[in-house]
Structure formats: C-alpha cells, structure tokens
C-alpha cells in the first residue's frame, strides 16, 4: 500500500539552527500538507501546497517556516532559526484531490519528532 | 473558524467491552467529520469519515461513529474492544472554503485485558 515517508524520524538541535524535514508523498497525490503536534497539545495545521506554492497557511506558520517541492518526489519543510518552541511532532499529509472533495482524504506519515535544546 | 473539543484526555476500558469516544465541533453548517488513529510509532490513519447522506457512518476496524447536528457531535464507537486498539484517536473536522481538516487534541485509549 502506498505510504507517505518522513525524514528523520527524530531530530535533535541548537536553538538557532536551521533544519528541513523532509516528505514524500504519494506518488499520484497533488495536494501536500504540513502538521505539527507539541507534546500534549493539538495537532495543528500549518501548510497546504499545490502546484508549486502555498495554498493555504496558519498562523503559525510565519517567516521562520517555508516548504518547498525541490524535485518531483520531495515536499520539504524548512525552519530557518530554531527555538525552544518549536520543539514538536511534525506530521506531513497528502491527498489525490483538495482536502474534502473526492479524493480528498489526508494521507499521512509517521511523523518527524524535532528536539530543539 | 472551526473547532474541535474532545473532552477526554484518557479513556480506560476492559478488552470486550464497548467504547464510545465523544467529539464536540463548532461550525455555523454542517461540516465534514473525521476520526484519525494514531497507534505507538505510526502516522495518522482516517478511520471513517462523514461528508453527507447517512448520519451513521462505518469505517474500519469495526468502528463507527454517528453525526448529531443537533449536539454538534461526531463520537466514535466500536462495540467490542481489542487490545490492538489501544492509541491514540483524533477527531477532526473540515469546513470552510478549503476543509482542511482541525484537529482535536485527542484521546488515548487505554485496554486493560
């Protein structure tokens, strides 16, 4: 059964250090998203993408965060500078179709757990 | 903007017994619903999810879940509970322009054998 991947599945930094997280989706999928879960919390949208640029955004998702499709298989999720905060479960999605519509169903990976120190 | 409340944080039963986890959403219409499991070390799974027609919907696992408007509700129910459906469950709710979907914070089951 296709799966959505995620890379790495745990990743620890420095405050103030650069990190890309990395998806890939399936294949036929069109519509890519960016989650994260802080420990104990809600599981918070931050990104949708499609056809090359962002679809949609949260608040939190400010000018620290910026995804991009480098090739046509990876969907990266890039924080410029780390802080203690963004210390969560980072879960990326995709769909076949928009989110709600037919082929809508959110597809998604085991998750990538960043430890920001 | 739409809301999700799961109002149990734990949930603790006996394998064999049945189960009902409850979901409260906050949306002017009707919304689209959906339950999510996450088990130790994987990924979301959908379950079952609503978008229209029969209020009772089935999904996997032998899982199903029943949409009241009139309580705002979507909970989750399995008559019989195994000791592999110990997780963690999501419900989530899409509305809007985009039905992105907005997550609750989630319950975790826990199966005493």
């Known amino acids: 059964e296709p799966e959505v991947t995620q890379t790495p599945s745990h990743q620890v930094t420095q405050m103030g250090q650069e990190v890309i997280l990395r998806c890939v989706p399936i294949?036929?999928?069109?519509?890519f998203y960016w989650y994260r879960q802080i420990l104990g919390q809600k599981v918070e949208f931050l990104v949708s993408?499609?056809?090359?640029?962002?679809?949609?955004k949260s608040e939190i998702f400010d000018d620290q965060f910026s995804v991009e499709r480098p090739d046509g298989s990876n969907f990266t999720l890039k924080i410029r500078s780390t802080k203690l905060e963004d210390s969560a479960m980072y879960f990326c999605?995709?769909?076949?179709?928009?989110?709600?519509?037919?082929?809508?169903?959110?597809?998604f990976g085991e998750g990538s757990r960043l430890t920001v120190l | 903007a739409q809301s999700v409340t799961q109002p149990d944080i734990h949930i603790t039963v006996s394998e064999g017994a049945s189960l009902e986890l409850r979901c409260n959403y906050s949306?002017?219409?009707?919304?689209?619903l959906f339950w999510y499991v996450q088990s130790p070390g994987q990924g979301l799974q959908l379950l079952l999810k609503?978008?229209?027609?029969?209020?009772l919907v089935q999904g996997i696992k032998g899982f199903e879940a029943e949409f009241k408007r009139s309580q705002s509700s979507f909970n989750l129910r399995k008559p019989s509970v195994h000791w592999s459906d110990a997780a963690e469950y999501f419900c989530?709710?899409?509305?809007?322009?985009?039905?992105?979907?907005?997550f609750g914070r989630g319950t975790s089951l826990i199966v005493h054998p």
């Open positions: 999605a995709s769909s076949e179709g928009l989110a709600g519509g037919p082929g809508g169903e959110l597809f």
């Open positions: 949306y002017g219409a009707t919304p689209y």
């Open positions: 609503y978008f229209s027609g029969d209020t």
């Open positions: 989530a709710v899409g509305a809007g322009g985009s039905y992105i979907p907005t």
């Open positions: 993408f499609y056809n090359n640029e962002i679809s949609e």
């Open positions: 294949s036929n999928h069109l519509y």
